[in-house]
C-alpha cells in the first residue's frame, strides 16, 4: 500500500465524495457550490479522504473533513486539515470555522476554539452550513487567524505579492540568479528550459549529502529543478517530493517531470508553514531561496521539525542580511524580490534552533551586495529519539 497523496478536487470525484461523506454521517449540502475548495487523498488510486474550504469573503469554513474506516489514524485527515488551514491563510481570511458534533478534542490541536454562536461572524452564519436544521446543535470551533499573529492586512499582500511574482515567473522562464549549466549524477544536461525557471539562490542538494532510498521534500519547489535532482540521487528506491503555494509552478513542475520521464518525483500544492504531508516522513528537507519570502518564517521551520524523521537534516540556501532591513523597505514588491524579508544571519540560525533543530551550521557564505545581503547555505539535524 502506498502513502496517500493528496490533490486538487475534480468533478468526477463528486459522486465518490458525496457517498463517503454520507457513510461518515456528515451532511453534502453545498458541496457542488465549493468544489474548488476541496482536495481529496487518494491511495493506491483509490479515494480515501476529502475535506473542503468554503470561501465566505472575510471568513472561511472548513468542512467535510472524512476518512475511509481502513485509512483513520494514519495522519490523512491531519494533512488535509492542515492544508486547508493553509489555503484559508493565503485568502487572507480573518477566521475559520467549522462545525462538530464530537471530535472537539480532535481539533484543539490544530489551534481551533470553541465559540458561542452569538460570537460568529454574519458571514458564517448565513452560509448553508450553519443553516442547516441538522447542525444546530453542532458545536462551533474558530481559529482566529488574526488574533493568533498568522495573517494581517500586510502579511497578505506580501503573500499576493509574492504568488504573483512567482506565478509569472513560471511562464516567463526568466531566472533571478543567473543559473550555470547543471547536470544529472550521470552526466546527463538538465534542460535549460527547467534550469531557466530556477529562483533559487544556493545549492542545497550538493550540500545535503543525499543517499539512494531517502525521501526529500523540497520546500518551495517552483518548476521542480531541486527536486528532480534529489530525486536522481536518491533513485528509484527513494522519492522527492515537491511543495509549492502557485498553481502555476505546480503545473510547470509536473508537466517538467512529464517530460524528464522521472517516476520518483511528486509536486503538491500547498503553504510550507502547513505541508500537506504527513508527520516524520521524510529523511532530508532542503529549501532554495524560499524562506525569506515568509511574513512570518517560525511555522515553516516548525513544519520542517515536525515532517523529518529523527535524525532527518535540514538544509536551507536562503537570503540573510547582515544587519536588520530597515522599515522603509519593507513593501511587498521588495519583499517578493527577496529583499525585503532577509533576517540577520544570527536570527535565522536562532529561528532554526528555536524550532527544535541541533547542530546548526552555515556551510557557506556568497553574493554579498552593497545592501548587506547574500545568500547563506545551513544545515541542522533533527535530534534522534523526538
Known amino acids: 500500500m502506498t502513502a496517500a497523496t493528496i490533490s486538487e478536487f475534480r468533478a468526477s470525484d463528486l459522486g465518490e465524495v458525496l457517498a463517503l461523506l454520507a457513510s461518515a454521517g456528515l451532511p453534502g449540502v453545498g458541496v457542488p457550490e465549493h468544489l474548488d475548495g476541496f482536495l481529496i487523498a487518494c491511495e493506491d488510486g483509490r479515494l480515501v479522504a476529502t475535506a473542503g474550504l468554503e470561501d465566505h469573503g472575510t471568513v472561511g469554513i472548513l468542512r467535510s473533513v472524512a476518512v475511509v474506516p481502513g485509512c483513520r489514524g494514519r495522519g490523512v485527515a491531519a494533512t488535509l486539515v492542515r492544508a486547508i488551514i493553509g489555503r484559508s491563510h493565503a485568502k487572507g481570511h480573518e477566521a475559520l470555522y ?46 482566529e487567524h488574526k488574533r493568533s499573529g498568522r495573517v494581517s492586512m500586510n502579511e497578505h499582500a506580501i503573500r499576493e505579492a ?34 531557466d525557471t530556477s529562483l533559487g539562490c544556493g545549492a542545497p542538494i550538493e550540500a545535503a549529502a543525499l543517499k539512494p532510498g531517502e525521501t526529500v521534500v523540497d520546500l518551495g519547489s517552483g518548476a521542480g529543478l531541486d527536486a528532480f535532482l534529489a530525486a536522481d540521487r536518491v533513485g528509484p528506491s527513494g522519492r522527492a ?145 523526538v
Not at 132 to 141: L, Q
Not at 166 to 176: E, H, N, Q, S, V
Open 241 to 385: 517530493i515537491g511543495v509549492d503555494m502557485t498553481p502555476e509552478m505546480i503545473a510547470k513542475a509536473r508537466a517538467n517531470a512529464s517530460r524528464l520521464g522521472a517516476a520518483n518525483v511528486e509536486f503538491r500544492l500547498g503553504e510550507i508553514e502547513h505541508l500537506p504531508l504527513p508527520d516524520a516522513c521524510a529523511d532530508v528537507l532542503v529549501s532554495n531561496c524560499v524562506i525569506n519570502l515568509l511574513p512570518d518564517k517560525r511555522p515553516a521551520f516548525s513544519e520542517a521539525f515536525r515532517v523529518l524523521r529523527p535524525g532527518g537534516r535540514l538544509v536551507v540556501s536562503d537570503i540573510v542580511s547582515a544587519a536588520p532591513v530597515p522599515d522603509e523597505f519593507k513593501t511587498p514588491e521588495l519583499w517578493s524580490a527577496c529583499l525585503a524579508g532577509a533576517l540577520p544571519e544570527a536570527d535565522y540560525l536562532g529561528l532554526i534552533a528555536g524550532a527544535g533543530f541541533t547542530s546548526v551550521e552555515v556551510l557557506s557564505k556568497r553574493g554579498w551586495n552593497a545592501a548587506g545581503l547574500f545568500s547563506a547555505t545551513v544545515r541542522a539535524v533533527k535530534p534522534k529519539g
Open 98 to 143: 467549522l462545525l462538530t458534533n464530537a471530535a472537539e478534542s480532535y481539533f484543539e490541536r490544530f489551534g481551533f476554539q470553541r465559540v458561542e454562536r452569538a460570537q460568529v461572524r454574519s458571514a458564517a452564519l448565513a452560509s448553508k452550513q450553519f443553516t442547516e436544521k441538522a447542525c444546530e446543535k453542532s458545536t462551533v470551533m474558530v481559529l
Open 162 to 195: 509574492v504568488r504573483e511574482r512567482y506565478a509569472r515567473a513560471a511562464t516567463a522562464g526568466t531566472p533571478c540568479c543567473a543559473p550555470a549549466p547543471i547536470t544529472f549524477a550521470d552526466g546527463r544536461a538538465v534542460p535549460e528550459e527547467i534550469v
